[in-house]
């Protein structure tokens, strides 16, 4: 019988970590405290990265957010849009076409879309940190207030 080992962690301090696109910074989660912190990225000779790579049971390595993400979720949103002609504008700003701006500056003329972005974002990245989260083993505390099978 496996055992769960309850411990609290910080949905917005994990989010955080899962939406932070410093390159140079590598997340963790500690599993058994909650507790969730960073490290140089690029030195794989440190101490303290060998320490988490012999503990991998214990330290899990939060994904980074990185410049593929961000296009991945642009391009979801972009083939969203209704209306053809911001769709246009939107296409050709992704493809780095001039005369048009970056995408944010884009919307800011269309508030309606601007904040269907928003809501765009925080649903692809809230479902990405629950899918790494199940992909771990870790449930939040309403996977089992809502699971029969837990008691």
Do not use: C
């Not at 944010?104 to 269309?110: A, G, N, Q, T």
């Not at 649903?123 to 008691?151: G, I, Q, V």
């Amino acid at each position: 019988m496996t055992s769960i080992h309850r411990v609290e962690i910080s949905w917005e301090d994990l989010l955080a970590a899962f939406t932070n696109g410093e390159a140079h910074l590598a997340y963790f989660l500690d599993r058994f405290t909650g507790e969730i912190f960073f490290i140089p990225a690029a030195d794989e000779e440190n101490e303290v990265r060998q320490q988490l790579d012999l503990h991998q049971d214990r330290f899990l390595e939060i994904p980074p957010f990185d410049y593929r993400i961000e296009r991945h979720i642009l391009a979801g949103f972009v083939a969203s849009v209704a209306d053809a002609e911001l769709k246009g504008l939107l296409t050709a700003s992704m493809a780095g076409r001039k005369p048009f701006g970056k995408i944010e500056d884009i919307l800011s003329f269309y508030p309606r879309e601007e904040e269907r972005l928003m809501l765009f974002k925080d649903n692809f990245l809230s479902s990405r940190l629950k899918s790494w989260m199940e992909d771990n083993n870790l449930f939040t505390a309403d996977t089992f207030l809502h699971d029969p099978t837990h008691p």
